[in-house]
């Protein structure tokens, strides 16, 4: 079978700081955790910030510059920095890190959505910082904006002038209609990279037929101009991201997506659930693909290209 793109989303910016000791905050926690996980297999780094006094999420350019640099000088993973950083951010705030670093890859939600977090709080904790409960309380009405004039400024902003290339965040099937929308208005070109979201209340639920749709429908829709990803919520991320790979889609892991490595066990690394899903895939006849061959197929711009 083909090759397979391993991705790492390292922290995030949905779980919280009680949830798990092993969510990595400072920006020292991110760069090591972020050189493992590209150790073990992940070619590329999906990053965001964190204050590293409090645990929020940041999109501050001096949070990122926190691990960036120490990411760029220790591996040659592709960094692809978020421009979702969280709902609760302005697009201006999301983007300051993009535009400032430059990125040979940011993520793009293809669209406006409800993202509700509340039911995390079914499990009685000792929270360590005053903003967590609160922040997850008020996502029973929390919206994340990217509507298409959003999505034009970041296509223009980050693509066409900073040559950006883009993993574009479907998580639910309009989304996918809207990337075709930008495609026949000239703003992206293939091949395109389509991350799959699943598990997000907001979004898809983590079905195998809503996956199968999925491919059917980008099938439809790109041709054999696009490759799919997909990653999953919680305790979902690796029976879907299996099937995904037995289907010959690519997959992503990491603490963004799921604090567990097995039913009620926490993770310890990020590159713990990398090498997991590392030996699945090999077991399937997959071959993981490294950065050089990452950049390759997807007409990356080169790491010598950002700013850090």
Known sequence: MSGIIITCALT?????????????????????????????????????????MTGQPSAALDHFN??????ARGTDAILNLSTGGSAVMTLE???????????????????????ALY???????????GWEKPFLEGTDDLVFKNTPRDLTRILTALGQERGARFEFECYDLSHLYMLRHFVDRGF????????????????MGPDPENLSHMVRISDKLFGDDYLFSVLAAGRYQMPLIS????MGGHVRVGLEDSLTIARGQLA?????????IRE?????????MTPHQVRATLGLKGARNINA
Not at 243 to 246: D, K, L, P, R, Y
Not at 280 to 288: A, D, M, Y
Request: charge should be negative; charged fraction near 15%; hydrophobic fraction near 50%.
């Open 12 to 52: 995030g910016s949905i779980h919280t700081p009680s949830m798990s000791p092993h969510l990595p905050i400072t920006g020292a926690d991110i760069a090591q955790q972020g050189l493992a996980a590209a150790q073990a297999g992940a070619s590329i780094l999906h990053l965001h910030a964190r204050d590293p």
């Open 66 to 71: 926190g691990f960036v640099p120490a990411l």
């Open 93 to 115: 705030e999301r983007l300051a890190a993009p535009m400032a670093i430059a990125p040979e890859m940011a993520s793009l939600n293809m669209g406006t959505m409800n993202f």
């Open 119 to 129: 039911p995390m709080l079914g499990k009685d904790r000792d929270w360590l910082h």
């Open 188 to 203: 992206i070109q293939p091949p395109y990279f389509i991350q799959f979201v699943f598990g997000v209340l907001g979004g």
């Open 243 to 246: 099937i995904a790979a037995a």
């Open 268 to 276: 310890c690394s990020n590159a713990e659930q990398v090498e997991k």
């Open 280 to 288: 699945i895939v090999e077991r399937l006849g997959r071959v993981v």
